[in-house]
């Protein structure tokens, strides 16, 4: 042994101890909640691989946007579906939606919490993808360009109902830029875009689509959706959105592309949040519930982990749970 031992754990040895140098601390306020909301009345429907995630009919949401508030998370997000969907996801600009009458209902019952919109369009269109399609026989391309103008007046009308901040999720080029400019043409220049700057087509949001509807009918996302074996594209993306006006850039999903957030948040100092998908909550909660791993403290070292690598904000389904266990 060299002299003076070299001894580590003497940072390690009480609670007291391990308190004072912890590099990484979570609190609520690092946490955006994300709810589904569906049409009609009375409803309140588990989605079976997201034990204790809902979607909610807008008469119901009341105690869980009080939960939200209680438990000191600051925001939610708040995703909708459609009476009827169709080619073009019209209802997703409706506005009596399902979405904006919950941005509405939630201002209404919890005028502190944030409330943030997920805009896209697969869970209104009829054919499930994000955008326009444009088919030629057996193959079909999601035409860029004419989206735009669906997501601006989705983002639009979420800012209409009072949303504070708008989060386009398509992965359409340019949606930041025609947003920014619908919302400051139409009086929303305090509406704020979270953008999902880098988000990747990804096997995690398989229990996503069942809560929204929002499976492609036919081929997938892959040329939208950024490849998972991607990083350096992701700073691209990131930096255009950035350029076309994003206040927040998001990484998506966060535990597989924990270098993608660090990478991010060295290079930019804009806010950077990470979206702690349903592919991700589905494994901690299958694998608890049969005792496999302690559900609690796995969830806390995920969204640990997660902020360590470098994110200021974590969308999560766990939020209102962690939350709690921090303040206890
Ligand atoms: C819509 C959208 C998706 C998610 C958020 N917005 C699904 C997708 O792109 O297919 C996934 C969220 C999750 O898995 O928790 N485009």
Redo the contacts with the bound molecule.
Sequence with gaps: MPFPATRLRRLRGTESIRRLVRETRLAPDDFIY?MFVQPGRGKKTPIAAMPGVHRYSVDRLAPVVREVAEAGVPGVLL?GLPRRKDERGSEAFARDGAVQAAVREVKSRAPGLLVIT?V?L??YTSHGH?GIVRRSGRSFEVANDPTLELLARVAESHAEAGADFVAP???MDGRVRAIRRALDGTGHENVGILS?AA?YA?A??????E??D??PHFGD?SSY?MDPANAREALREMALDAEEGADILMV??ALAYLDVIHAARKRFDLPIAA?N???E?AMVEAAAQRGWVDGERTMLEILTAIKRAGADIILT?FAVRAARALEM
Excluded: H, I, L
């Design positions: 994300p995703f997920d896209c697969c869970a994000c999720s398509d992965m999902y988000k990804s995690f949001y398989g229990p996503f689509r809560a929204a929002s499976a996302r959706q998506k999903p979206y998908v349903s592919g909550y389904y």
